[in-house]
């Protein structure tokens, strides 16, 4: 069974900065793509990072030179270095992945405010 549990989300004063983790287990974590997906209210779920097994990263233009996600096989867990971090990256953080099925962690909120 696939569990993903992401943890790292707070309150974050605008250009503040945080690192999330997404903890996986149930899969062969070293030969998936990792996904980290978020969701503002009001708004749809949108793609924000992807990192392929072999460690090539895609991103959105919104977060470009702000956001790095990085894998650690070892530990079976990406994460997702925040920096500069702005009122409009408000929103729930999810990590996710494909292994049979699309999986998904329960979501941490990240909240950038003053």
């Known amino acids: 069974q696939v569990q993903l549990v992401e943890s790292g989300g707070g309150l974050v004063q605008p250009g503040g900065s945080l690192r999330l983790s997404c903890a996986a287990s149930?899969?062969?974590?070293?030969?998936?793509?990792m996904n980290w997906h978020r969701q503002a209210p009001g708004k749809q779920r949108e793609l924000v990072e992807s990192i392929t097994r072999d460690g090539t990263t895609n991103n959105i233009d919104s977060v470009k030179g702000r956001f790095t996600i990085s894998r650690d096989n070892a530990k079976n867990t990406v994460y997702l270095q925040m920096n500069s971090l702005k009122p409009e990256d408000t929103a729930v953080y999810y990590c996710n992945t494909m292994w049979g099925t699309w999986s998904w962690g329960q979501g941490t909120q990240v909240t950038v405010s003053s």
């Open positions: 149930g899969i062969f974590f070293n030969i998936v793509t």
